[in-house]
C-alpha cells in the first residue's frame, strides 16, 4: 500500500458521502458548506491519487477490497448529527496529520501545507455543528450523543501508523483525544465510554476490509464509469 | 442553473395575483408615482427604500421567489447524478455547479427580503405550492449526458433570459444577477464541454448525447414562456423594465445561438422544422407543444411530484437541526446578555 492511497481513499471516500447531502441538507448555508467541504476533500484526493498513478483508474476501476480508506470515511451519513461527528472525528485527526506532514519534508509537505487550511475550516464548522446540536435542544442533544457514540469504534483505526506517512501517531492520537473531549464536553455531550477500537476495526480498512454499505457505495460511484470501458468523459 | 422563466406570467395570471395596473392604494401620492415612473424611465435604479407602487413590488417578489424557488428545485436534477460522475473532474466540477446553485438561492432569497418578505415566508410558499419554480426542473436527467444538455441548453436559455435582468429596474436584483450571470456562463460552457467530449467518444457516448439533446431542446424553448399574443404581463414588466424583451424574442435569439453550436457539437436538433430563413435572418423552427407546457405547469409534469415531495422532507427532516441552532443561540446570547433574548428563527446559519 502506498502512503497516497490511504491519504487520498479517506478524501475521495469521505467527499463521496458528502456529496449526497445535495439536496437534501437541513438548511441552505448547509447545502453550500457540506459540498464546499465535498470538494476540498475531492481536490486533496485527487492531488493524493494522481501521485499513486491515474486517478480515475484508482478511482473507478479497483474493487472494495483494494480500497485503503479508513472505515471512518465510509459510514453513511445516517442523520445531519452522524455527518457531524463524522466530520469533527475525521476532521481534527485530517487537521492534526497535515500539520505534522506540512511541518515535515516528505512528499506530502507542500499537499499537507495547502490542505492544512482547508482543513482548519473543515473542523471549525464540525465543532460549531457539534456545539449547536449537543447543546441546543432536547431531541438535538439525543441525536448528536447517538451519533458520536456510533462513530466512536471507528476512530482507533485513525492512529494506525501509514507506511510512508513519517508523522509522530502517538502525540497525533494525544492531540486528537484532548481536543475532541474538549468539544464534546463543551457540547454538554457525553464521551464514549466504548472501545475506540478493537479486533474488527482495528487498521481494517487500511489493509482492504470495509464495511458492508461500502460495497453499495461504490458500486453507485463506479458504474457509469465501468459500463464504458476506456472512454473517456 | 438558474433558470427564471417567463413562466410567471401564465401562473401569475392564472392566480389571477397580478394587477394589471401600476397604481399604488388609493390616494396614494401622485407624485411619487410621477416620481416613480420617471426613474424608471430614466434608467435609475429604485433602492429598496424608494417608494414603488404595491404592483411593481408584488410583481417583483414572486419572480425573484420563483427564481430563487428555481435554483434550490433546480439543484436536484444535477444532484442526481453527483454519486455516479463518471470522473473525478467531472464530479468536481458537478459539486461546484450545485454548491453555487444553493449560493444563488441565497442572494435571490437576500434580495426579495429587501422587498419586505422573508426566506422562511417563501420557503413556506413553495412548500405549500402556492408559488413555482421553473417548468424545466420537473423534467427527469436519465443519463450522465443529460448533466451536459442542462448545461448547455438549460443555462444556456436561462442566461438568454437574465442577462438582460443585470439591467433590471429594482437595484438588488439587477446586482444579484450580476454576479449569478458569471457564475451560469461558467456552468453553460461546462456543460458544452461535457457534451463535445461524449460528441468525440465512443459511439455510446454520442448516442447518449444526443438522446440527451432530443429530450431537453423542446422543454428549454418553454423556458421563455408563453408566445407574446399569450403572454398578458410581458407588458406591464416592460414598462416597468423589470423585463427587457419579449418572450419570442430572448427564444429567436436563444435558438439562433444554439444552431451552429449544436452543429460544432456534431449533434442535431429535434426539430424538422428548424432552417435558416434569409429573409428574416432568423432560423425558423416547429410549434412548441403549449399543452404539454400547460400540464407541466399545472403539476403534471413527469418530476413535479418528486421535486416538491424531496424538497418538503429536507425542509421538514432539517427542522430539529433548525431548532437546535436557533436554541443554541438563543442560549448563548443569554450567556452574553443581561436582558431577556427575543426568540427568533434566524438562528439557523
Known amino acids: ?233 | 442553473m438558474a433558470a427564471v422563466t417567463a413562466d410567471q406570467t401564465t401562473q401569475a395570471k392564472a392566480q389571477g395575483t397580478v394587477q394589471a395596473t401600476a397604481g399604488g392604494p388609493e390616494g396614494a401620492d401622485g407624485a411619487q408615482l410621477a416620481a416613480f415612473d420617471a426613474a424608471v424611465a430614466a434608467d435609475e435604479r429604485i433602492e429598496p427604500r424608494d417608494w414603488m407602487p404595491d404592483a411593481y413590488r408584488a410583481s417583483l417578489v414572486r419572480q425573484m421567489a420563483q427564481h430563487a424557488h428555481s435554483e434550490i428545485i433546480g439543484m436536484q436534477p444535477e444532484a442526481n447524478w453527483i454519486s455516479r460522475a463518471p470522473s473525478l473532474r467531472r464530479k468536481a466540477i458537478l459539486m461546484a455547479k450545485v454548491q453555487d446553485e444553493a449560493g444563488h438561492g441565497l442572494y435571490l432569497y437576500s434580495a426579495a427580503e429587501t422587498l419586505g418578505t422573508s426566506r422562511e415566508e417563501l420557503l413556506d410558499k413553495l412548500h405549500a405550492g402556492r408559488q413555482r419554480y421553473s417548468s424545466i426542473f420537473n423534467y427527469p436527467t436519465l443519463t450522465w449526458a443529460d448533466v451536459g444538455a442542462i448545461g448547455w441548453l438549460v443555462d444556456g436559455a436561462a442566461i438568454t433570459n437574465q442577462v438582460p435582468l443585470c439591467r433590471c429596474s429594482y437595484g438588488p436584483y439587477a446586482r444579484a444577477m450580476v454576479r449569478i450571470c458569471k457564475e451560469e456562463s461558467f456552468h453553460q460552457r461546462q456543460g458544452y464541454e461535457l457534451l463535445l467530449a461524449l460528441g468525440r467518444g465512443t459511439p455510446a457516448q454520442r448516442d447518449m448525447a444526443q438522446d440527451a439533446v432530443n429530450r431537453w431542446w423542446w422543454p428549454s424553448l418553454m423556458m421563455f414562456g408563453p408566445p407574446d399574443d399569450a403572454s398578458a404581463h410581458s407588458e406591464q414588466s416592460m414598462i416597468w423594465k423589470i423585463k427587457r424583451h419579449s418572450n419570442d424574442e430572448l427564444r429567436q435569439r436563444f435558438v439562433d445561438i444554439c444552431v451552429p453550436q449544436a452543429e460544432a457539437l456534431g449533434l442535431t436538433l429535434p426539430d424538422p422544422d428548424l432552417r435558416w430563413n434569409e429573409e428574416r435572418g432568423h432560423h425558423d423552427f416547429g410549434s412548441i407543444d403549449w399543452t404539454e407546457f400547460q400540464e407541466v405547469l399545472k403539476g403534471n409534469g413527469p418530476c413535479n411530484e418528486q421535486r416538491l415531495t424531496q424538497r418538503r422532507r429536507a425542509h421538514e427532516e432539517g427542522a430539529w437541526v433548525r431548532d437546535a441552532a436557533a436554541a443554541y443561540a438563543v442560549k448563548h446570547h443569554a450567556e452574553k446578555h443581561t436582558t431577556t433574548p427575543t426568540p427568533t428563527a434566524e438562528a439557523t446559519a
Open chain 1, 1 to 233: 500500500m502506498t502512503a497516497a492511497l490511504a491519504l487520498g481513499d479517506d478524501a475521495l471516500v469521505l467527499s463521496h458521502r458528502l456529496g449526497e447531502w445535495a439536496g437534501h441538507a437541513p438548511v441552505l448555508e448547509e447545502e453550500v458548506a457540506l459540498a464546499n467541504i465535498a470538494l476540498d476533500l475531492l481536490g486533496q484526493a485527487r492531488v493524493l491519487l494522481s501521485l499513486a498513478g491515474d486517478e480515475d483508474e484508482l478511482a473507478f476501476l479497483r474493487e472494495e477490497r483494494a480500497f485503503r480508506n479508513v472505515q471512518l470515511v465510509e459510514q453513511p451519513n445516517v442523520d445531519f448529527a452522524h455527518t457531524i461527528a463524522r466530520q469533527l472525528y475525521f476532521s481534527v485527526y485530517q487537521r492534526g496529520l497535515y500539520e505534522q506532514l506540512a511541518a515535515g519534508e516528505g512528499e506530502f509537505a507542500g499537499l499537507a501545507a495547502k490542505a492544512v487550511k482547508e482543513v482548519a475550516y473543515h473542523q471549525d464548522h464540525a465543532e460549531h455543528w457539534t456545539l449547536r446540536l449537543g447543546d441546543g435542544t432536547a431531541e438535538s442533544h439525543q441525536r448528536m450523543q447517538r451519533g458520536v457514540d456510533a462513530l466512536w469504534r471507528f476512530t482507533g483505526e485513525l492512529f494506525q501508523p501509514v507506511e510512508g506517512v513519517e508523522i509522530d501517531w502517538q502525540s497525533l492520537q494525544n492531540s486528537w483525544l484532548a481536543t475532541v473531549t474538549g468539544v464534546l464536553e463543551r457540547a454538554t455531550l457525553t464521551v464514549p465510554a466504548g472501545p475506540r477500537s478493537g479486533a474488527w476495526t482495528a487498521g481494517a480498512g487500511r489493509q482492504g476490509i470495509h464495511t458492508e454499505p461500502f460495497g453499495r457505495m461504490l458500486a453507485e460511484m463506479q458504474h457509469l464509469h465501468r459500463s464504458h470501458p476506456g472512454a473517456s468523459w
